[in-house]
């Protein structure tokens, strides 16, 4: 018996969301006794990265070294995850949420024949029979469900436990799989990706600008905010629909869902469907020059005033109390 | 060239969400019901493929009857027939068992769905049902064209996007910037009412996950606000306070 946790790495490291997967399943595994923590990781990366899976939680990490797994072809790595799932007898699956785990998630569902759970904010509650707290109406509820099947895939949201970091080294073994061509059948013919900053939907503090910040040429001041606290910089939906951010930045009902511990707003006036996006935050901070903006109701700190004066000021008190 | 677009029958993004009986039902007094946004950028997207490909466009929902109205739409949109599976769509597993019976039948070429449902977010049916199909799933898809059986497509990843290639049969999960929703016309909405809606009973297949009971999250408390001129203070409150710095 064991709990495995489907991984996902970019640029040479395991994805942080993953590793909070990985403490997660090692809290349900104390706390329902399934048996060790095996992480499962696809694609080229090395055994030193792989073995820090171990701070989180891991005993093992078993490494299928196939590069055409690299890429993140969804039936390559769903087929992939299927052999490991049964080669170590698990009886449930973790994974992070994301534009990857998904997609993969929900055809292992079918292939595992398990019940499949996804924005799963809490451990599972087993006083009576097996339910999970998921995260719903994009935030603004929350549905107890229950899981009938043995076999379990928990699709799980951004803090929904605590990253452990005290863990010891895991174990890395390479594994040889035999994947179907057919598996294949989707080729990825080109990446386009930001590299080396803090993606949005994987970032602990986002700074987020809204139209109020009245042109690109401002936002400047929104990066060297974000940079000084070592934050992922978002939008919303206007800013990213007129073209003055990309669209993977644009935070709400239609964008990206965020869960960051401090989420800080300027210039946005707080719209429903932009707090579908946000309110999972553990802490907001809005700061508008207009005192009845909405988003002041969903807000654990504010300041009203204009953003083009505040944000130098902040930028420089973040840095003096360093 | 047969396209389906599977449609889900959602509270408006505006709609307060609340609970009756015992926190164990959705309450939905007051709240107006809309095609899934994202569903809604499926739909245009198979729109124009028709009108560009000479293809026929069927809408499925699974739902009881209340969500016909729905359906309606879409047919005023521009689908030519719609299905509805009679039964409450009891969980992603039961819905895309649901999905995948009709398109057996059918043999669509393509199959567009939301990149997610704005209920209960998912994000799930896509996969299911190209798993149960034997089919390649693509989510969540900003950009799809058609050049004989290749289908080219963009798909949104964290930070950024990559370009996807397949072949036709396929389903996709979609959303912005993929097409321009379409506002349903006069004639639109005079001719949907003629158009074929067919009911049909759902496969007896059992769930997977039952919703035990819904729960809102606690109210925030009010706002601490901080003088504009005491910016300082803010960064007090955020490292000893909150302890977030
Ligand atoms: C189906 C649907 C889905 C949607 N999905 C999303 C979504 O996912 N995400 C999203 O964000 N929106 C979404 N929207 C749009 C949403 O309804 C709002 O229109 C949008 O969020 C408003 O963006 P904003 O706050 O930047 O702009 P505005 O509403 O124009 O607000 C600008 C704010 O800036 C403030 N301001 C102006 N100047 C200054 C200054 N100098 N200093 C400080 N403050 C200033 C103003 O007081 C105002 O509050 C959706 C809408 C629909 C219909
Ligand atoms: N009851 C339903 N009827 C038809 N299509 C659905 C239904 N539920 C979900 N879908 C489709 O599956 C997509 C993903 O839904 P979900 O997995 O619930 O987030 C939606 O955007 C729809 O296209």
């Excluded at chain 1, 013919?189 to 080396?196: E, L, P, Q, R, V």
């Excluded at chain 2, 999960?173 to 158009?195: D, H, V």
């Amino acid at each position: 018996m064991s709990v495995l946790v489907y991984i996902e790495h970019a640029e040479g490291s395991v994805k942080k969301t993953s590793l909070e997967a990985i403490s997660y399943a090692k809290a349900l595994s104390e706390k329902l006794s399934s048996g060790d923590v095996i992480a499962v990781a696809l694609g080229s990366i090395s055994s030193d990265e792989l073995a820090k899976a171990g701070t989180a939680g891991a005993s093992k990490v078993l490494h299928v070294n196939d590069s055409k797994l690299t890429e993140g072809i969804i039936q390559a790595h769903a087929e992939a995850v299927a052999q490991v799932y049964k080669k170590v007898n698990a009886t449930t699956l973790v994974l992070a949420k994301s534009s990857l785990g998904d997609a993969v998630a929900s055809r292992l569902a079918i292939k595992l024949d398990a019940g499949l759970v996804s924005n799963v904010v809490e451990l599972p509650d087993t006083s009576s029979g097996y339910k999970v707290k998921r995260s719903i109406y994009t935030g603004k509820a929350f549905a107890e469900t229950q899981v009938n099947t043995e076999h379990k895939i928990l699709a799980v949201r951004k803090n929904a436990v605590d990253l452990k970091t005290d863990g010891g080294s895991a174990a890395v073994e390479e594994v040889l799989l035999d994947i179907a061509p057919e598996n294949f059948a989707t080729k990825i013919t080109s990446t386009d990706k930001a590299t080396g900053e803090i993606l949005l939907p994987e970032a602990d503090i986002v700074v987020s600008g809204g139209r109020g910040m009245k042109g690109p040429e401002n936002w400047g001041m929104i990066e060297e905010l974000a940079h000084e606290l070592g934050a992922a910089t978002g939008c919303s939906k206007p800013v990213s629909d007129i073209g003055w951010r990309p669209h993977h930045e644009h935070v709400g009902q239609t964008g990206v869902k965020v869960a960051p511990t401090l989420y800080i707003a300027v210039g946005i006036s707080g719209a429903i469907q932009h707090l579908a996006g946000v309110n999972s935050s553990k802490y907001i901070v809005v700061i508008n020059k207009d005192p009845e903006a909405p988003f002041f109701k969903a807000a654990d700190y504010g300041i009203v005033g204009d953003a083009f004066e505040i944000l130098p000021k902040l930028t420089e008190a973040v840095k003096a109390q360093k | 060239m047969k396209i389906l677009v599977c449609i889900t029958h959602v509270p408006d993004t505006t709609s307060k969400i609340q609970f009756t009986d015992n926190n164990t039902k959705f309450d939905k007094n007051g709240v107006q019901f809309i095609i899934g946004p994202y569903d809604d950028y499926a739909l245009a997207r198979a729109v124009e493929l028709k009108e560009q490909l000479g293809a026929s466009l069927t809408v499925l929902n699974v739902g009881e009857a209340e969500t016909e109205p729905t359906l309606r739409k879409a047919l005023a949109i521009g689908a030519d027939d719609a299905i509805r599976v009679n039964s409450f769509p009891k969980d992603s597993l039961f819905v895309a068992k649901q999905i995948a019976a009709i398109a057996r039948q059918n043999n669509y070429d393509l199959i567009l769905m939301g990149r997610e449902s704005i209920d209960f977010n998912g994000g799930m049916v896509h996969g299911m049902v190209g798993e149960l199909l034997g089919l390649p799933s693509v989510s969540p898809v900003m950009k799809l064209e058609i050049e004989g059986e290749k289908v080219k497509m963009a798909r949104e990843i964290e930070g950024g996007k990559e370009d996807v290639e397949a072949t036709l049969p396929l389903i996709a999960g979609c959303q912005e910037p993929i097409a321009e929703w379409k506002i349903p016309n006069m004639r639109g909405i005079m001719s949907a009412r003629t158009k074929p809606l067919v009911v049909v009973e759902p496969t007896s297949d059992n769930v997977a996950t039952d919703v035990f009971s819904f729960v809102l999250p606690p109210a925030k408390g009010a706002v601490k606000l901080v003088d504009k001129d005491n910016v300082g203070e803010l960064v007090r409150l955020l490292k000893n306070e909150a302890k977030v710095l």
